[in-house]
C-alpha cells in the first residue's frame, strides 16, 4: 500500500491512539512490528497515518498490547475501516487542510461545544455574515476562493440538519452578538436566524452577558468536539495564523474544564433567547 502524501486528521489521530497504546504497553515499535510480524517501519507509518491499517488490524495491535477498553478498541477499528468520500473532499485542492479537516471532525463528533467572544460560530452563521468574515482576511483573499470558503462553511451546517443530527452548545458572548457586521440589516438578520437555530431540538445557544465580568478564555475561540468514547475528543482552536487541534490527555482535561466554566457564566437558554430577542430589537 503506497504511503499517503497528506493523511487526514482522522488518519493521524487513529495513529496517534494506536502510538499510546503502544506506549502505555511499554514498547518500542521495533518489539511491536516483531510482536505483529512487521517491520518497525510499517509500524511508525502507521501511528503517523501515512498508512492505512484494517480494522483486523487494529485489533491485533490491541491484544498485543494487552488493551482491555473494548470499547475504544472497538471505536478505533471502526475508524480504521472508513471508506469512500465526503462532501469535503472536493475542497481538498481549493482550500487549507486545516479547513477540511475541521469539517471532517464536525462530522464525526458525537456533540459539539463551541466557545465564541467576538465572533458567532461558523455553525450559526448566515451566508452573508460569513461572506463578510472571509472578506476580512489578511492576505485579502480572491472572490473565487471566498465564495469556496462560505459554501464550505455552510456545508459544514448540515451537522445540524442530517438525520441524525450532532448535539450542539454554543456558547456566545454578547460582544459577538452586538457587532453589526455588514450594517443593521445583515446584523439583524444573522441574530434572527440564530434564534431560529436555538428552537432546533438538538441545538443549545447560550449568551455570556456583559454583566457576567470576567471569565475564563476570554480571548479564545474553542469547538470541543465529543468522540464516541473520551479518549477521542478533539480540540479545535482558531488564531490568525490557522486552525490547532489539541487531544493530548492533559489537554483535553483542560479543555473539559474550560468549557464548563465557560457554560457556567453564561445564561440559560431561554433566557439567552431573550436577550438575542432584545438585542435584535434594537437594531
Known amino acids: 500500500m503506497p504511503a499517503r502524501e497528506a493523511p487526514t486528521i482522522r488518519q493521524q489521530r487513529l495513529g496517534i491512539e494506536l502510538r499510546k497504546l503502544r506506549e502505555r504497553a511499554g514498547l ?7 510482536m505483529l510480524g512487521i517491520g518497525q517501519s510499517r509500524v511508525s507509518n502507521i501511528e503517523l497515518g501515512r498508512i492505512g491499517v484494517s480494522p483486523e488490524r ?23 475501516g472508513e471508506r469512500g468520500r465526503h462532501w469535503w473532499d472536493e475542497y ?18 458525537s456533540a459539539l461545544r463551541s466557545a465564541q467572544v467576538s465572533h458567532l460560530p461558523g455553525l450559526l452563521q448566515t451566508v452573508d455574515y460569513a461572506r463578510l468574515t472571509f472578506q476580512q482576511d489578511i492576505p485579502s483573499l480572491a472572490p473565487p476562493e471566498v465564495e469556496h470558503r462560505v ?23 454578547e460582544a459577538a452578538l452586538r457587532m453589526q457586521f455588514g450594517g443593521r440589516e445583515q446584523a439583524k438578520a444573522q441574530l434572527r436566524h440564530i434564534l431560529e ?3 432546533r431540538p438538538l441545538v443549545t445557544v447560550v449568551v455570556i452577558p456583559f454583566v457576567a465580568g470576567i471569565f475564563p478564555g476570554a480571548g479564545q475561540s474553542v469547538v470541543y468536539a465529543e468522540g464516541p468514547v473520551p479518549q ?3 480540540v479545535q482552536l482558531d ?3 490557522g486552525s490547532l487541534f489539541l487531544h493530548s490527555d492533559a489537554q483535553l482535561d483542560r479543555y473539559r474544564e474550560f468549557m464548563k466554566r465557560f457554560e457556567a457564566v ?10 438575542i430577542l432584545a438585542i435584535s430589537n434594537t437594531l
Request: negative net charge; aromatic residues 6%; glycine residues 4%.
Open 232 to 234: 477521542l475528543d478533539t
Open 239 to 241: 488564531s490568525e495564523h
Open 92 to 109: 481538498r485542492d481549493l482550500l487549507p487542510s486545516a479547513l477540511i479537516d475541521l469539517a471532517e471532525l464536525e462530522y464525526h463528533a
Open 151 to 173: 459554501s464550505h462553511r455552510i456545508k459544514r451546517q448540515t451537522v445540524l440538519y442530517a438525520g441524525n443530527p450532532t448535539p450542539y452548545t454554543a456558547v456566545i458572548h
Open 266 to 275: 453564561a445564561l440559560n437558554a431561554e433566557a439567552s433567547r431573550d436577550l
Open 58 to 80: 487494529v485489533q491485533a495491535f490491541a491484544r498485543a498490547y494487552r488493551c482491555g477498553d473494548s470499547k475504544l478498541v472497538a471505536e478505533l477499528a471502526s475508524m480504521a
Open 197 to 199: 437555530m436555538s428552537e
Open 28 to 34: 518500542s515499535a521495533t518489539d511491536a512490528g516483531a
